[in-house]
């Protein structure tokens, strides 16, 4: 019954491989979003998607991919990894963009670039 | 464009003491307010928001946090530290655009003393 599910938890990969991690939530909403945090905590939103539909990207390097087979879904492609992406990434979701909803978060996804 | 400001990345604070986590805000627009705290190795959880209306808003685990228009201030406090309040806080705002995104502040470590 959990709302934002994210796999895998953990991921530990050599640099210049490709991954991906899969987002789904079960409330509803409208909007998903992939958000990194660094070593230092900080989040940054990276995309966000509205109805399958891209509506944010920040300045992320293009060996970023989301991709939203539905509304439900939001998983993020990784491509060529580098070891300045080592961080943590959390799944979020909203009931849409306009209205004063909060996000609810998944529980992130350790990502460890060797 | 808007910006969140968290004074003070470490608080400690005694059990039962008062708690107070500093957070300002920028935006150009009425804004949305939202503290969220992040225990160890886990997602974010919602304690509370702001959105129009009554100023001083109540949330989860006995925090209330009060909006100030005037001081463009959305402080966190809870009258009396528990062991279990030691985590990372989040103070997020919600504005203005197409894409009402949160944007977090760097966060603030609480440290709970015995």
């Known amino acids: 019954d959990t709302a934002v599910s994210q796999t895998p938890k953990y991921l530990v990969t050599q640099m210049g491989n490709d991954k991906s991690i899969k987002c789904e939530q079960n409330?509803?909403?409208?909007?998903m979003y992939w958000y990194k945090q660094d070593s230092k905590k900080f989040l940054k939103i990276m995309f966000s998607?509205?109805?399958?539909?891209?509506?944010i990207n920040e300045t992320v390097p293009n060996r970023f991919s989301p991709k939203s087979p539905d509304k439900a879904h939001l998983n993020l492609h990784i491509n060529s990894l580098e070891l300045g992406d080592s961080a943590v990434y959390f799944c979020?979701?909203?009931?849409?963009?306009?209205?004063?909803?909060?996000?609810?978060f998944g529980q992130g996804t350790r990502l460890t670039v060797v | 464009a808007q910006s969140v400001t968290q004074l003070g990345s470490h608080v400690s604070v005694s059990e039962g003491a008062l708690v107070l986590l500093r957070c300002n805000y920028s935006s150009s627009v009425p804004p949305y307010l939202f503290w969220y705290v992040q225990y160890p190795n886990q997602g974010l959880q919602l304690l509370l928001k702001?959105?129009?209306?009554?100023?001083l808003v109540k949330g989860i685990n006995g925090f209330e946090a009060e909006f100030k228009k005037s001081e463009t201030s959305f402080h966190l406090t809870k009258p009396s530290a528990h062991m279990s309040d030691a985590a990372e806080y989040f103070c997020?705002?919600?504005?203005?655009?197409?894409?009402?995104?949160?944007?977090f502040g760097s966060g603030t470590q609480l440290t709970v003393l015995p």
């Open positions: 702001y959105t129009t209306g009554a100023t």
């Open positions: 409330l509803g909403h409208d909007t």
């Open positions: 979020a979701s909203s009931q849409d963009v306009q209205t004063a909803a909060g996000a609810f």
């Open positions: 997020a705002v919600k504005g203005s655009g197409s894409a009402r995104q949160l944007t």
């Open positions: 998607y509205n109805n399958k539909e891209l509506i």
